[in-house]
């Protein structure tokens, strides 16, 4: 069965500095890595994805990703932090199962605050 | 706009007495999921749909029913809600078809059920 943890409830990060949020997983064959971000009423937004091939991915407002197959890993960075990057992240991996890759699992988030 | 569409947003009832949730979504999406959010847990999938008429459980499904028979629709149906299903839920689609593990899914904004 896959997982995923977010080792950090929190994070606190001054403006302007990189910012990093952690997240390990574990799953059967190759993972399906995706990040998503929850702002306060909202429904959760994607931000990017890992399905293959290079191990950066970039995506929207300027986050990008590493993912590292030994370490069973896919942290979110970004080299400089806004305070409208204030929310809550999380971490999701879809892999093989039972039911043929159909459910995502979630980790338990990650409450960003950037401190102006 | 592309967009999923739940209702009511927020809900305060009693012990069993039924309720339904409804779910739209108007970007054709084949693949719908509920999820339920609690503090810690992240996000936990009641139930999803592959397709119209196709239906599967997911990690949390008791206390929980749910229908596809049209595509953009998919409600989550509390029969006798308790206090336990007090929670933050969330709906979601997704493209379908033979790439369907690697689509990120869109969601909706959210729905707070309070069961007193």
């Known amino acids: 069965a896959q997982s995923v943890a977010q080792p950090e409830d929190q994070v606190n990060v001054a403006e302007g500095n990189p910012l990093t949020v952690k997240c390990t997983y574990s799953v059967s064959g190759n993972p399906y890595l995706f990040w998503y971000v929850q702002y306060p009423n909202r429904g959760l937004q994607f931000l990017l994805k890992y399905i293959t091939g290079d191990n950066l991915v970039k995506g929207s407002y300027g986050f990008e990703a590493e993912f590292n197959k030994s370490q069973t890993s896919f942290h979110l960075k970004k080299p400089s932090a806004l305070v409208s990057d204030s929310a809550l992240y999380f971490c999701a991996v879809r892999g093989l199962s039972d039911n043929y890759g159909q459910n995502f699992v979630f980790g338990p988030g990650t409450r960003l605050s950037v401190l102006p | 706009e592309a967009q999923v569409t739940q209702n009511p947003r927020y809900l305060i009832t009693v012990t069993g007495k039924k309720l339904t949730v409804t779910c739209s979504q108007n970007?054709?999406?084949?693949?719908m999921s509920w999820y339920r959010q609690d503090p810690g847990l992240g996000l936990r999938q009641i139930y999803y749909?592959?397709?119209?008429?196709?239906?599967d459980k997911g990690d949390v499904p008791e206390g929980y029913k749910v229908s596809r028979k049209e595509k953009r629709n998919f409600p989550l149906i509390l029969e006798s809600p308790s206090p336990n299903q007090t929670s933050l839920y969330f709906c979601?689609?997704?493209?379908?078809?033979?790439?369907?593990?690697?689509?990120?899914?869109?969601f909706g904004d959210g729905t707070r059920l309070s069961i007193l």
């Open positions: 970007m054709n999406h084949e693949y």
């Open positions: 749909s592959m397709n119209v008429e196709v239906t």
């Open positions: 979601a689609s997704s493209l379908g078809g033979v790439n369907r593990v690697t689509q990120p899914q869109h």
